[in-house]
């Protein structure tokens, strides 16, 4: 039945192509799928190429896709721009910013120049920053993401029951890093600016995947860009790329503190709400949609917590917790 839904769709796709791109021969492969109900296709014409985006309009909305494409891409950011558009099937017609993602040319030669790009257009999105446009990455919100971590990765991945107590430590670390979060410079916020999402092109990067994006802490996008979920760096190496955004943002009078071992605080504390979401989701991607890739990335997402809860004594009793849980997987002989 899905096959024949997907298949379906595709076909639909095609037939408005052919009116979207009238007397032109094009030919559809699968660009990608993401963690969403979206799938991207690349049309091949005879000398360029373009990216058809399929969102069922049950599931997904292109709207925010729209209406974020244009003000990041007014901010100065290298977006797709929307060639054309029929939000009643829930198809768009995109530039193509090609297939080489940062993930795949990142390495210790070629980081510090497509880190250095990365933070550069950053600051130029941040810059463009006013509130009331997009929502507001709240403590609601900032709260009902880092819940999907005792839901999804604790009762349903690891299978335990938390008690009284630890529900408390999970409680008062949540209230904790929510009040530093929200305490930061609010400014435009991408919400998965990562190597996945970055694409090596002409005007590097080019930014996809924007359409959640908020206005909240103005360190919640270096926390995806440079603790990366799928790929690690020496923590030298991240503090020398966060100093360096830092100074710029400085420069440009973006709202950071003056003191830098202040601003790196607030991307630990930032970091840790991120890592605490992030496994919540790998854990239900995996539990409910069936998507077993992540489950790699799961290491390298909680040593990022553990080392920042490591660090700062108001996040001892989660470190302890960490520990807790991690001792009754050995005990059960839990592997991933």
């Known amino acids: 039945m899905n096959n024949l839904h997907i298949d379906h769709r595709q076909q639909a796709l095609t037939q408005w192509l052919q009116t979207v791109l009238p007397q032109l021969e094009f030919k559809l ?23 058809a985006m399929d969102a069922p309009p049950s599931q997904e909305n292109c ?4 209406r974020i494409a244009k003000l990041f891409g007014d901010a100065g950011m290298h977006v797709p721009k929307v060639m054309a558009q029929d939000l009643t099937q829930g198809f768009l017609l995109l530039t193509d910013l090609g297939d080489v993602t940062y993930l795949s040319q990142l390495n210790e ?23 009331g446009v997009l929502p507001n990455y709240d403590d609601a919100l900032l709260t009902r993401e880092m819940q999907l971590f005792p839901d999804w990765y604790i009762a349903k991945h690891l299978n335990i029951t938390l008690d009284e107590k630890q529900l408390e430590v999970l409680q008062k670390t949540f209230a904790l890093l929510n009040k530093n979060i929200l305490a930061q410079g609010q400014v435009y916020v991408h919400r998965d600016y990562h190597s996945r999402n970055l694409m090596v092109c002409e005007d590097n990067p080019g930014v996809l995947d924007f359409q959640d994006a908020v206005y909240g802490a103005i360190t919640y996008d270096l926390v995806s860009l440079l603790k990366d979920a799928y790929i690690g760096w020496d923590e030298e190496k991240v503090i020398d790329w966060l100093v360096r955004y830092w100074q710029q943002a400085r420069k440009q009078g973006l709202p950071v503190p003056e003191d830098f071992s202040e601003f790196y605080r607030d991307f630990e504390y930032m970091g840790a709400q991120r890592h605490i979401k992030v496994l919540g989701i790998f854990a239900r991607l995996y539990h409910r949609d069936g998507k077993d890739g992540y489950l790699k990335d799961m290491p390298l997402v909680m040593h990022y917590l553990r080392r920042v809860c490591e660090r700062y004594i108001e996040l001892k009793p989660m470190l302890r917790l960490l520990d807790a849980l991690e001792n009754k997987q050995a005990q059960v002989g839990y592997t991933f």
């Open 29 to 51: 492969t699968v660009a990608s799928a993401d963690a969403s109900f979206r799938r991207y296709f690349r049309v091949h014409l005879a000398d360029s190429t373009l990216i």
């Open 63 to 66: 709207e925010p896709f729209i």
């Open 109 to 131: 030669n070629s980081a510090p120049a497509l880190y250095h790009d990365a933070n550069m257009a950053l600051v130029k999105l941040q810059l463009a920053s006013k509130p």
